[in-house]
């Protein structure tokens, strides 16, 4: 596990221990978090707080986003790859409400997988290159 910044952390598990894992942490955090609010608070499901200006706005009660990547279906050239991904399926799992972790699940090309191994070579550069300019 490493401290990536702000309230961002992140962890390595194996594949066969990724769902409990997630459900485990998500678990735990339902548990624990209520406690750090009123009763009332955790009645009406929100809080009043003030923003930088000075407005005063309801902000709902924390819930916990996880975005997960794994090398199931893809590999990964570099960590910047992984971090992007991560920060996807992240943003992915805080649009949906309360505490939630998404999977990305991207596979390569089907066609990859039913080319004959003499188109496979062409296919790869152009996947290569299509992945390419995404990253940028």
Do not use: W
Not at 50 to 63: A, I, N, T, W, Y
Not at 65 to 80: A, E, M, P, R
Request: aromatic share 10%.
């Amino acid at each position: 596990m490493g401290h990536i910044g702000g309230d961002d952390f992140i962890y390595n598990v194996p594949m066969e221990y990724l769902e409990a894992t997630c459900d485990e942490i998500i678990y735990l955090f339902d548990e624990l978090i209520p406690y750090q609010y009123t009763q009332e608070d955790r009645r009406t499901g929100y809080f009043l707080g003030k923003d930088r200006r000075g407005s005063v706005h309801r902000v709902p009660l924390m819930s916990l986003s996880i975005g997960v990547v794994t090398n199931q279906f893809q590999t990964f050239d570099h960590l910047g790859m992984i971090t992007e991904l991560a920060a996807e399926m992240k943003s992915f799992a805080k649009s949906l409400p309360g505490s939630k972790y998404v999977v990305g699940r991207r596979h390569k090309s089907p066609v990859l997988e039913t080319a004959a191994a003499s188109e496979a070579d062409a296919l790869t550069g152009a996947m290569a290159l299509d992945a390419q300019d995404q990253d940028t």
